[in-house]
Each structure stands twice: as C-alpha cells, then as structure tokens.
C-alpha cells in the first residue's frame, strides 16, 4: 500500500509532487521517491525514511522537469531502502515506473526476465513491470504498459513515464485506487483525493482495468483492452481545510473532536422512520430483498470489525436477524454459506481493504446482496457492491480510525432500525427511543469530549501499568476491543480486550498491581455483573479505570478513576463510550512521544493482504 501522485503541466513536477506526497503519507512512509523528464533525460532521487529525507535530498539538486511522478512507499516486498524505492527504472533508464499493489506472479516472471538478460536492482515486486515495459516497447508506452499488464497477476496502480515521449505520463489500474485531476494546461495523478485538491476539483475516477494516458492539453481513458472510455469528470465538494489539521497538535485529536459534527452528516437530517425509509430506500438494493432477508453476515477487519460486532448486537435485538460478523480475511477464505437470502454488509472507511473488497467479491459471486457501509466516496468496496451507506466522516487522516469508527456504528444501528421497522419486528416505539437517541448523539457526543482534561489526568495515572485489559459486556465488549486496539497501535502498550465474564476463565491469574483494568459499563441486564467482575479484579491487587455515566455510584464506588460519559440508550452507548478510550489511547500516546498519527509498522488503508 504506497501513494502515488503525478504531474504535466508547465510548472517544475517537483512543486506538486513534494507536497502531493505529504499528504498521501498516511497511504505508507517508510520511504519515498520522484522521477522527471527533464532535458531528454529521466531523473530520479529515492530515499529510505520519512519524506523529510527525499526533500532534503532534493533541496540540493533542483530538478527542473515539468513531467513527473512521485511515489511514498509502504513495504511489502524488499525492505525500506533506497535500492527498493519506487520509481523503479529499466535496464536502460529510457522508463521510471510507480506501483502500488502487489504483483503475485513477480518470481515468475523474474526468472524469465533475467533468462532473457534483464538486470534488476531492486528485490520488490514492482521491478517486473518496467522490465516488462521495455521489452514490448515499440514507439508506443501505452501499447507497451497494456502488454506489460497483461502479463501480470496481482493488484496495481502504476504510472509511468518513457524519455522517448516526454510530453505523457501513462497510467493504469486494477484493485488499487487511481484518480486522475483535470486542470487548465495541467493534469494530475493521483492514489486520493487530498493530493490534487489544491489545484483542481475536477476528478475522473479511474474503474477497474482502465488506464489514462495524460499529457498537458487533456486526458485520455482507455480500457485496458484498448477501447475508448468517456466519462463525465465528478466535481470534488472537500475543501482543503477539511484534510487538514485544523488547529489541533495531531489529525487523530482533530478527528476525535470531529464527531459530533460527522456523526451529524452521517444522520445527514432528521431522525424519523419515514426517512430512514427514504435513506434506506436510495441505497440501491431493493427493498423487498431487505424485507426477506433471513440472515446478516458483516465483513470487516480491525476497527471497522469492531463496528461490525456493534451492528450484530443492534441487528438481532432489534431486527431479530441471525447475524455473524466475520473477520474478512477469515471469511475469504472460508466456505461461507451465502444465497439471495442472506444480507453481507462490508464496513470499511477507506473502501480500499484488500480482504474486505476479497469478501465482498466472495459474497456477489455466491448470489449474496452486498451493502457497502463506507466513508470514501467512489472507492472500491462500494463500486463492488450492490448498495452503499456512505458514512460522510470526511477525510480520515489519522492512522488510529476514530471519526470513520462512531459513524459506522451510527450506520449500523440506522440499518438495525430500518430492517426492525421492515420487518415488523420492531414496535414504533422502541423504534422512536433508538431513532431519539441516535438523534442526540452530537450532543451527548459533546458532553463526552468535554471531559478531556479528566481522561489526560488518567492517563498521567496509569501510564506506568505494565499491562491493560478493557473489559466490557454486550454492546460494549466491541467497546473494550476498540480501546485496546487504540492504546495498542498509538501507544505502544499491551492491552487486551476481553469479556468481563471470562476474565475469571483464566487471565485473572495475570491481576496483580501492574495491571489495569478498563471496565466500559453497559446499561441494563449486566451493570451489576460488571460491578461484580471489578470487585473480583480489585480484590486481587489490579487497578480499575471505570468508563460510566458520571452518575453511576455503584462504578465510583467499585473503580480508582472513572472516565465520565453521558447517560444514553444502551443501543448508542457504544458511541459515546468509545471516545474517554480514544482520548486515553492518545494521552497515553503523547506521553510517550509517540508518532500519533503516523504509528510504526501500520499504514492508513491496507490494500494488500
Ligand atoms: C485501526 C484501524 C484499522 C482499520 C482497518 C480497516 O485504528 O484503522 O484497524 O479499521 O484496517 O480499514 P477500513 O475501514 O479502511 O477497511
């Protein structure tokens, strides 16, 4: 999963590259590099490390070129160095290429290249499909990229340029995300959105097997069997401001304090059942397939599967479907048992997760009708699915998902709700006391951000514990997975999120005072168990941090601190609790001189297995 971005136009390249790659440095960072047609020649500069790195290297040689491409890498194939760094050239250096993908028949392929005398510098994956490039090269790089592509397995989007027609950049797509930017006597390439936005905010999305060849005067589209494509560009509504950071020290801080208002435009209106009949009408799959569905199957990964577990708890309480949330990249691979009868339901923010998009093919081809709940307009798991939800969070920058995450749990139990009233198995009233509590949500989301200074105080507190366990029951045992998952990727610190009913089941021999127990309170039936499963922990030396209303005595009085949230239906409460979580993962993380919004090892959208 890497970033790409390309330019023509009359400016040098390098003073929209070197931005562009900014900010497509959620995409992957572990190193970066550009090439440019510039005096006949292709020059390129790669390096290992951060894009600071490559833009230091480039502060002492200015390159001129008005052609190039720009890349920001996230290894999969071939460690993070300079050799590895895309672009990558061929034996001749007559072609620079960019690639994000994966290309699975690359060992293959090699050993024929190299039998034919191919030299390659390089161990990624990437380098087959210059070398590919230039033996069919024949005067024409977009013929010659077609053959190359045809020859290889995988996923890519790749852009290339070729000294021999120095006015172009020639580009392609196949289960990674391309979009092309139309401006006057300039284009734009790019993997996102937020990379082009300052120039232009005419967009044409590149569809899956299309290629683009750009030069200064337009764009052509093509299939990639060769047939024209003509589509009308969509016009981008972001503003700048919107992907960027706003004020705040961190895009992970900025998004937490976004809530409110996405989780707003994610109810996009008023919250009563004849809209949601009109919300849930306009999302493409038919509402008679809706009305007849015997059985709920959700596919997601990480925090977008914790939402997943959420709606499996809204859906069966109040639409009385089974309902299983799968793993994607378990269910990929397994032997799901779908038909027309079985709803699939892929939660993703980016829309671009290789497994959720595999999951999401799995379920078209068994006959299963597919709702998308996703952030990213255009992207690939809604164009792959029957029907979509956007979510409408606005741009997630912020590696650790949080805004994405409380929207998707909004859509979940909006849909929870709407197969309850189809069905008939929810009665109007309930239906009105879960569509009010949904519609309180920014302002019960408010109070909740309110008690920051609180959660900063707790996290000074326990910053010292060896170990965490989020604990939770019910609807908010995906809570206490999300918060471990929270502190775990931004912080750095073990924790795990477990049911509070098991704890006795075998960890609670791990309880001493090195560890701190997280308890996310639930409303109803298991309040008093939670209360119970504390005792037992403090009992036996563990530290307890409660998340409960600020009202709740009995959690005062069982915890060592309690993160204040406000009171809500318990259907919501998801919601609200998650974000002392979200705070205390990025406390935690900024004491510890983390690189909150860049965590190590991660990327923002993982688009390979
Ligand atoms: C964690 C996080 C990831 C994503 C997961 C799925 O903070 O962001 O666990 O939730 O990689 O990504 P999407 O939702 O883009 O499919």
Same mark, same amino acid.
């Given at each position: 999963m890497c970033g790409i971005i390309g330019y023509v136009g009359p400016r040098p390249a390098i003073e929209v590259i070197l931005p562009g790659l900014r900010r497509l440095e959620y995409r992957g960072y572990d190193s970066a590099g550009v090439a440019v047609l510039e005096g006949g020649e292709l020059q390129y500069d790669r390096a290992p490390g951060r894009l600071s790195v490559l833009e230091g290297l480039l502060a002492g040689r200015p390159r001129e070129g008005t052609v190039g491409v720009g890349h920001t890498r996230w290894a999969t194939h071939g460690e993070p160095t300079e050799a590895n760094a895309h672009p990558h050239l061929d034996c001749t250096g007559r072609f620079a290429l960019v690639h994000n993908g994966i290309i699975e028949n690359h060992a293959v392929l090699k050993d024929r290249l190299v039998r034919e005398g191919h030299r390659f510098g390089s161990y990624t994956d990437t380098e087959v499909i210059v070398h590919l490039v230039e033996s069919s090269y024949r005067g024409d790089l977009e013929a010659a990229l077609r053959a190359a592509l045809d020859e290889v397995e995988g996923s890519f989007a790749v852009a290339v340029l070729c000294r021999d027609e120095p006015?172009?950049?020639?580009?392609?797509?196949?289960?990674?995300?391309?979009?092309?930017?139309?401006?006057?006597?300039?284009?734009?390439?790019?993997?996102?959105?937020?990379?082009?936005?300052?120039?232009?905010?005419?967009?044409?999305? @590149?569809?899956? *097997?299309?290629? $683009?060849?750009?030069?200064?005067?337009?764009?052509?589209?093509?299939?990639?069997?060769?047939? $024209?494509?003509?589509?009308?560009?969509?016009?981008?509504?972001?503003?700048?401001?919107?992907?960027?950071?706003?004020?705040?020290?961190?895009?992970? @801080?900025?998004?937490?304090? *976004?809530?409110?208002? $996405?989780?707003?435009?994610?109810?996009?209106?008023?919250?009563?059942?004849?809209?949601?009949?009109? @919300?849930?009408?306009? @999302?493409?799959?038919?509402?008679?397939?809706?009305?007849?569905?015997?059985?709920?199957?959700?596919?997601?990964?990480?925090?977008?599967?914790? $939402?997943?577990?959420?709606?499996?708890c809204a859906i069966e309480d109040l639409a009385g479907i089974p309902t299983q949330c799968e793993i994607a990249s378990e269910f990929r691979y397994g032997a799901p048992v779908l038909g027309r009868d079985t709803l699939v339901v892929a939660v993703t923010q980016s829309g671009e997760t290789a497994d959720t998009l595999a999951g999401v093919r799995r379920a078209r081809e068994a006959g299963a009708p597919v709702l998308a709940v996703c952030n990213v307009l255009g992207s690939s798991v809604p164009r792959a699915s029957e029907g979509v939800f956007y979510t409408h969070a606005g741009p997630e920058i912020g590696v650790a998902s949080t805004k994405a995450y409380t929207t998707q749990l909004v859509a979940m139990t909006l849909l929870a709700t709407y197969l309850g009233l189809q069905r008939g198995t929810l009665d109007r009233q309930r239906a009105g006391r879960v569509l009010r509590a949904v519609g309180g949500l920014p302002g019960a989301l408010r109070e909740a951000l309110a008690a920051d200074a609180m959660v900063q105080e707790c996290a000074r507190r326990f910053q010292d514990s060896r170990t965490f366990f989020y604990i939770g029951r019910r609807y908010n045992l995906p809570t206490a997975f999300e918060g471990a998952l929270k502190i775990k990727e931004i912080a750095y610190l073990h924790a795990e999120g477990y049911g509070a009913g098991e704890m006795k089941h075998g960890p609670i021999a791990l309880v001493d005072p090195g560890l701190t127990a997280v308890a996310v309170f639930s409303e109803g039936a298991t309040h008093d168990k939670m209360r119970s499963n504390v005792e037992e922990i403090r009992a036996r030396g563990g530290r307890v941090v409660a998340v409960a209303p600020a009202d709740d005595a009995e959690a005062a009085r069982v915890a060592d601190f309690v993160l204040p949230v406000p009171r809500v239906d318990e259907v919501v409460s998801p919601v609200v609790n998650v974000v002392p979580l979200q705070l205390l993962a990025y406390h935690m993380a900024v004491l510890g001189g983390r690189d909150v919004d860049r965590p190590r090892n991660l990327a923002k959208s993982v688009t390979v297995e």
């Open positions: 006015d172009r950049i020639v580009a392609a797509r196949r289960n990674s995300p391309l979009i092309v930017g139309l401006g006057d006597g300039a284009q734009y390439l790019a993997s996102d959105v937020p990379a082009i936005l300052p120039y232009t905010r005419k967009v044409l999305y @590149l569809e899956e *097997e299309e290629m $683009a060849t750009l030069t200064r005067e337009g764009v052509a589209l093509r299939r990639l069997d060769g047939t $024209a494509v003509h589509r009308t560009p969509t016009t981008v509504d972001w503003d700048m401001e919107a992907a960027e950071k706003g004020g705040y020290p961190h895009f992970m @801080l900025k998004e937490i304090h *976004e809530q409110p208002e $996405a989780v707003r435009a994610t109810i996009g209106g008023k919250t009563d059942r004849s809209r949601l009949r009109r @919300l849930f009408g306009g @999302l493409g799959i038919e509402a008679e397939t809706l009305q007849h569905v015997e059985r709920v199957v959700v596919v997601a990964c990480g925090t977008a599967w914790h $939402a997943g577990l959420v709606g499996k």
